[in-house]
């Protein structure tokens, strides 16, 4: 079972499960960056949590998950209509003042990463801010049904400085921050320079 199938079969549970988190911080840390009205794409946006909370501060959302299922829950869940689309076949042009991915890429494989941080990048007006967090490890590969790949801070910074676009504002590493405290978890805020 591939990630999408997976998120469309259990996808009542990841919405029960991650709906209330609360991720205040985390989006307060992000918003600091832009201003009421900048556009926001929510990366990978599950239940619609952050997208809800995006719009109800007056930002310009706009949401996006890979899976039908979620998105059917997100849009009931935010009255916003939701983009099903992969990451890979995203194609936008400096349309997005800011990116938010909570967790977004914690199933792409390393070897794609860089690809759809390209695509995230091109997505971002010039000066965007990009916010991503990963699970802290160094594991790849499957734990039961899922594909996850795990980073470091080190990691993280090298992959992200590599592409030479963006200037990492602030890498730090948290415990649960909202989530169900068992990880943790390397958040990422930066700046597109080009």
């Not at 059917?72 to 990451?87: C, D, N, R, S």
């Not at 030479?164 to 068992?182: A, C, F, P, S, V």
Request: proline fraction near 1%.
């Amino acid at each position: 079972m591939d990630t999408i199938e997976y998120y469309n079969k259990y996808a009542a549970k990841i919405f029960e499960d991650t709906a209330e988190l609360d991720m205040e911080d985390l989006r307060r840390r992000f918003l600091k960056y832009l201003e009421e009205g900048d556009t926001i794409l929510d990366l990978g946006c599950g239940s619609g949590r952050d997208s809800l909370a995006f719009y109800e501060l007056g930002y310009d959302v706009t949401p996006l998950d890979a899976s039908e299922e979620m998105c059917k829950l997100a849009e009931i869940h935010t009255g916003i209509e939701v983009l099903q689309m992969a990451y890979e076949d995203m194609e936008f042009d400096e349309v997005f003042d800011g990116i938010w991915g909570s967790g977004a890429l914690i199933h792409v494989p390393e070897k794609e990463l860089r690809g759809i941080l390209e695509r995230l990048i091109d997505a971002m007006c010039r000066k965007g801010v990009l916010f991503l967090s990963f699970k802290e490890g160094d594991f790849e590969g499957f734990r039961g049904e899922q594909y996850f790949c795990e980073y470091t801070e080190e990691k993280l910074e090298r992959i992200l400085r590599e592409t030479g676009r963006l200037e990492i504002k602030k890498l730090w590493t948290g415990d649960n921050e909202g989530r169900n405290g068992e990880e943790r978890w390397v958040n990422v805020l930066a700046r597109k320079i080009s």
